[in-house]
């Protein structure tokens, strides 16, 4: 173990691209423009192409500016190695477009967001099988596994109604069953959360959202915490069984998914994700702080139907997000009564934003079943307990005292 492996989480991150010596002493690894890179030696860039040597190829499978990221985010998840993408849809989309064949099976929780319930439909139309499941009990996932079926994909903390997933049954049966262990870490992010912990296979990121922290970029990272044994997964092709087997996987989605479908990273939004990871555990601290005590006042409303938010007592998951976050996260909705007209409410907010992003340093608001649930139609809604008056809040690192004061000015 290297001295650099002991730091805590903050210190190793702050310091992470300054150990790895970057050009001329500089604190932060140097955005790197350039989609091209030259070698003395022709036989040398053939060696890079055919994976005998480390170096750069090509702009879309490579820079260095984004590998500098992937070091960060493969140490916070205590991975083996990370590849990015250039929003957290694409590292599934592509991961799943690389692993998945047809006649394939693919269990997901069915409280996923919005786009990634949309993708995983769409996978149906080229003959993958999905079932769709309540995660936050792992029987539920055993009861639809078959002989077909190769991955598991859930979130920690489901948006926007907050469940739990069952994250410990359902790695043990992924170890039994040797399936692939997907989970999206974004709601909770590392500092609050490791799914490795759980027996994770693959961890999703989207950095736009808690990592990045401030909505200046967008970015996704797939890390692959070196649990899974390719050896007994038959998607793997034969070209990508070279080396260590511990990165088969990995070979084959860099290869067939980032290449192939091109999803890349810039390195000007690496450059804002990177630097803007390095608070994250102060922002996340502050966020779900703030984020506890508008839960708490808001459940206290009389004009608030139901709060949903892991860290309140009433929540069906309480206990299980108390046993493995650290804290329950900055992601809440609210129920308004039924008297409430929510675009009146949102309107009402001062300094509250009405956004459809979430993760940032403000805190924002936006009425679900109009807006990124739409699509999904009222009966799939209301099978997820989306209403029409619920109002997804992420909540951010403003002063609580004037958070309270906005929502019970907008509630009176």
């Not at 803007?276 to 839960?295: C, Y």
């Not at 799939?380 to 019970?408: H, K, P, Y």
């Amino acid at each position: 173990m290297s001295k650099s492996d002991k730091d805590g989480f903050t210190t190793g991150n702050l310091h992470n691209d300054r150990r790895d010596k970057p050009e001329h002493g500089v604190l932060h690894k140097a955005i790197h423009t350039s989609v091209a890179y030259s070698y003395d030696d022709a036989r040398d860039l053939a060696k890079v192409f055919q994976g005998k040597m480390p170096g750069y190829n090509y702009g879309r499978q490579q820079n260095p500016t984004v590998n500098a990221l992937q070091s960060r985010i493969t140490r916070m998840e205590g991975g083996l190695t990370s590849t990015a993408f250039a929003t957290g849809m694409a590292a599934v989309g592509s991961t799943l477009f690389a692993l998945l064949r047809a006649g394939d099976h693919v269990v997901c929780s069915a409280f996923l967001f919005g786009n990634t319930n949309s993708l995983m439909n769409t996978f149906r139309n080229f003959g993958i099988e999905v079932s769709f499941v309540d995660t936050t009990n792992a029987e539920n996932v055993n009861a639809v596994i078959q002989d077909n079926t190769r991955l598991v994909f859930t979130e920690t903390i489901a948006n926007p109604v907050t469940q739990v997933a069952d994250l410990e049954g359902i790695g043990e049966l992924c170890k039994q069953h040797k399936l692939i262990y997907v989970v999206d870490n974004t709601m909770t992010s590392p500092w609050l959360f490791q799914p490795k912990t759980v027996h994770a296979s693959f961890i999703v990121n989207s950095l736009t959202k808690y990592i990045g922290g401030h909505g200046n970029a967008l970015g996704g990272m797939l890390t692959d915490t070196g649990l899974f044994d390719w050896t007994e997964f038959p998607n793997i092709l034969d070209l990508y069984k070279q080396g260590d087997p511990a990165m088969w996987g990995t070979t084959q989605v860099r290869k067939k998914g980032l290449r192939d479908f091109g999803a890349t990273l810039g390195p000007e939004a690496a450059h804002h994700l990177a630097v803007g990871s390095e608070t994250l555990p102060m922002r996340m601290d502050r966020a779900s702080q703030n984020a506890q005590q508008l839960a708490e006042f808001c459940q206290a409303h009389p004009h608030v139907k139901r709060v949903f938010f892991p860290g309140l007592s009433t929540h069906p998951q309480y206990d299980r997000a108390k046993r493995l976050f650290k804290k329950p996260g900055a992601i809440m909705s609210i129920e308004l009564a039924d008297d409430v007209d929510c675009f009146d409410f949102l309107n009402k907010l001062r300094c509250v934003v009405t956004s459809s992003n979430l993760g940032d340093t403000r805190t924002l608001a936006i009425p679900v079943a109009h807006t990124i649930f739409f699509e999904m139609g009222a009966e799939r809604r209301a099978s997820m307990g989306i209403g029409d008056n619920l109002i997804r809040l992420s909540v951010g690192i403003e002063d609580i005292e004037d958070l309270l004061a906005d929502f019970a000015q907008a509630l009176a």
